[in-house]
């Protein structure tokens, strides 16, 4: 409280980005065990990839310790619009009083976090192109073969014009809208749990980074799944027009993965997502309220 909404999202998109810079290389690790054995039945494929940390191992081999930073201006392009714009709805929400209503966490988290999905959605497919690249006998997915994150916007402008930018937008929304609804919504209930167990003490670092774990235990159940229909609708070969070669839409999407991979392929990567999960909303949430009370 006490914040104009513009100010928020200035604090907000700083908070992101600086949580960003600290959580890109899970993503990357996310990304490549999200697009591992795409529409293939399990066991049938190589995997480069075996785990969070192997695969981490896996990316440094290939690609240099660099690798591990792979789409990061992408990523902080991504952050700074996605979390400004969310947190700067979300604070307009606070003002009105929504939040205050039963369930008003929730809708106004959902409601900010899928503004903010729409704005931020061609930095995340620029993103999602760049930590999937690497060397052919470590690839996984679709190869898009950019130089750079401004080649890269220049490219899908040059060969499908604006609307290229947002393709994958639809896989996006729904991705953000039920991680901020769920992950705004259990937070602080979680923090909260965790020190009434005396755990930790109440307000301290610890107790807001075990809180962070506990919520993100609820973030990444729901929300993986929206993750891989997100990575693979972004980062599929499209047609001339721009029509995806593998997957029509959200829920053609969701049926080939069921189909052909199982149900535990929508939850490829969620190692990664949930152990990106806890400090990316511990860190995002705690610069915000540290440049907030600043």
């Known amino acids: 409280g006490g914040v104009p909404p513009a100010t928020d999202l200035v604090l907000g998109a700083t908070a992101g980005c600086l949580a960003c810079f600290l959580t890109n290389p899970l993503e990357v690790v996310k990304t490549r065990l999200q697009l ?23 990316v ?25 714009v969310r947190f700067y709805c979300y604070s307009h929400a606070e003002d009105a009083g929504w939040t205050g209503y039963p369930g008003g966490t929730v809708a106004a988290g959902a409601v900010a976090g899928a503004v903010g999905a729409v704005v931020g959605s061609p930095a995340y497919l620029v993103k999602t192109h760049l930590q999937a690249q690497t060397l052919s006998a470590m690839a996984v997915g679709h190869q898009h073969n950019h130089e750079s994150i401004s080649g890269a916007f220049k490219s899908i402008y040059q060969q499908h014009g604006v609307v290229g930018l947002w393709r994958g937008a639809t896989g996006a ?22 020190s009434e167990r005396q755990w930790f003490r109440k307000g301290s670092w610890a ?21 891989v229909i997100s990575t693979r609708l972004y980062n599929q070969p499209v047609d001339a027009d ?23 392929g929508l939850y490829k990567g969620i190692g990664a997502v949930y152990l990106r999960l806890g400090p990316h909303t511990v860190l995002s949430l705690f610069f915000w309220d540290k440049l907030r009370n600043m």
């Open 60 to 84: 440094c081999r290939a690609d240099g310790l660099r690798g591990l930073q792979k789409g990061l201006a992408a990523g902080l392009l991504y952050q700074g619009l996605m979390n400004g």
């Open 207 to 227: 107790a807001v980074l075990a809180g962070g774990m506990v919520s993100g235990v609820a973030v990444a159940v729901t929300m993986t799944p929206f993750d």
């Open 36 to 58: 591992q054995g795409e529409l293939q039945p399990p066991g049938t494929y190589p995997r480069p990839y075996r785990g969070v940390l192997r695969a981490a191992v896996a």
């Open 242 to 264: 721009g029509t995806g070669k593998l997957y029509r839409g959200f829920l053609d999407c969701i049926l080939q993965i069921s189909s052909k991979e199982g149900l535990l």
């Open 173 to 194: 929304v729904p991705r953000v809208a039920v991680g901020s609804a769920v992950q705004l919504a259990t937070f602080a209930s979680a923090k909260e749990w965790v």
